[in-house]
């Protein structure tokens, strides 16, 4: 049997990581994995996280399974942070996922199981998971324009008008905010005008909010959702804490299916939990208990909260300055869409020969496509950074 295994495609992120740990420069920079590092290069543990682990460690008295769906007051405690206070409660449907990614595939999982001839729409660019799953799982997929490459802006024009394309049914990807790879958002007014869309052509949103925290702040991140729930009769949303909590290694996701009526709930509750048995049964619990005792503290939440602001204005600064010291080098400010996008990733435009350049020349690492992460830089590396964008020719 495993004699007939075709070789898999290496992934080009684990690669990067690979080729970047046998360089033996010092001054080598990792701009490709897609974590938050600090100023030192390092992804610390949360003040927060470390608190309630210290509490978990101390209280907790069984290791014994949780639920199907995982633990509810988990999947409560997310769902306020994510939705707010109007959150639909008698149409919301959770289950508890390793990890964001494991969202997204519980997700697509129940598009299959609901729409098997659904098409799924996601936008050009977008992370290159979610194309793989859905290819492994034999869901259609189309895309639609999203990223103008020269203006560094979203596509507004060429986004509605290729989802006016879809079919009514059809699942629309949407991420929640800080787009990766290319750090271009949706304004409010437009998320409103997807929402409409939406409605208008019988298509189910699927939101993917990873980032929530790393862009404008926590309730301006989820803003844009927000008034999507508010107008759709049905959506699904992907939740991950690997990034604004910090627990990466943790897996702690949480997919919500917003249900068409009430009395629909217990149907969709019913589906998840079962797609939770046949793929791993009972979800971690580890990180959804920190994430669940950290935003049920009031002290312990907000210190979360006034270290996640910190890492946010953190990488603001680090688009600012970046964008300044190109516009020093070119004399224009055509990499002023640096400091206009939100979250850990923008593209540079650069082409794969010229990510290899840099590379090759100054130690700068990076996906093929030019998507970088802000949030590998630092004050001392920024000029060395745009030196490298500058001598490739980008």
């Known amino acids: 049997?495993?004699?007939?295994?075709?070789?898999?495609?290496?992934?080009?992120?684990?690669?990067?990581?690979?080729?970047?740990?046998?360089?033996?420069?010092?001054?080598?920079?990792?701009?490709?994995?897609?974590?938050?590092?600090?100023?030192?290069?390092?992804?610390?543990?949360?003040?927060?996280?470390?608190?309630?682990?210290?509490?978990?460690?101390?209280?907790?008295?069984?290791?014994?399974?949780?639920?199907?769906?995982?633990?509810?007051a988990f999947a409560e405690a997310l769902s306020l942070l994510v939705l707010g206070p109007a959150t639909p409660a008698d149409r919301l449907a959770m289950a508890a996922t390793p990890g964001g990614t494991g969202a997204i595939r519980q997700g697509l999982e129940l598009m299959r199981m609901a729409a098997p001839e659904a098409t799924l729409w996601l936008s050009d660019p977008t992370w290159p998971n979610h194309p793989a799953i859905a290819k492994y799982l034999g869901i259609p997929v189309r895309t639609y324009r999203y990223f103008d490459a020269e203006a560094g802006a979203?596509?507004?024009?060429?986004?509605?008008?290729?989802?006016?394309?879809?079919?009514?049914?059809?699942?629309?990807?949407?991420?929640?905010?800080?787009?990766?790879?290319?750090?271009?958002?949706?304004?409010?007014?437009?998320?409103?005008?997807?929402?409409?869309?939406?409605?208008?052509?019988?298509?189910?949103?699927?939101?993917?909010?990873?980032?929530q925290g790393f862009g404008d702040g926590l309730e301006a991140d989820a803003a844009g959702l927000r008034e999507l729930v508010a107008r759709v009769p049905e959506a699904l949303i992907g939740a991950s804490c690997s990034k604004n909590f910090g627990i990466y290694r943790e897996r702690t996701g949480l997919l919500m299916a917003l249900a068409p009526s009430p009395a629909r709930l217990g149907i969709v509750q019913g589906a998840l939990a079962s797609l939770n048995r046949l793929n791993f049964s009972f979800p971690p619990d580890h990180g959804a208990r920190v994430v669940q005792t950290i935003l049920t503290d009031d002290a312990l939440r907000a210190d979360w909260k006034a270290e996640l602001e910190a890492v946010r204005t953190g990488m603001r600064e680090l688009r600012e300055q970046l964008a300044l010291a190109l516009r020093e080098r070119t004399g224009s400010d055509r990499f002023g869409f640096l400091a206009a996008h939100r979250g850990m990733f923008s593209l540079l435009g650069a082409s794969p020969a010229q990510?290899?350049?840099?590379?090759?020349?100054?130690?700068?690492?990076?996906?093929?496509?030019?998507?970088?992460n802000i949030a590998g830089l630092n004050r001392e590396t920024v000029p060395v950074l745009a030196d490298a964008i500058v001598a490739a020719g980008v």
């Open 1 to 72: 049997m495993l004699n007939a295994l075709a070789e898999q495609p290496p992934d080009k992120i684990l690669a990067l990581m690979a080729a970047f740990a046998a360089d033996p420069r010092a001054a080598k920079i990792d701009l490709g994995v897609g974590v938050y590092k600090d100023a030192t290069g390092q992804t610390p543990v949360m003040r927060a996280v470390k608190a309630a682990e210290r509490r978990l460690v101390a209280d907790q008295t069984t290791k014994t399974y949780t639920g199907l769906a995982g633990d509810p």
């Open 355 to 372: 990510v290899e350049a840099m590379r090759r020349d100054h130690g700068v690492y990076m996906v093929g496509d030019s998507r970088t």
């Open 154 to 211: 979203v596509d507004w024009d060429g986004m509605m008008a290729d989802l006016g394309g879809a079919a009514p049914g059809d699942v629309v990807m949407l991420h929640g905010c800080c787009h990766n790879p290319t750090g271009a958002d949706l304004t409010r007014d437009q998320w409103r005008d997807v929402a409409e869309l939406c409605v208008a052509r019988g298509l189910i949103p699927f939101v993917d909010i990873a980032y």
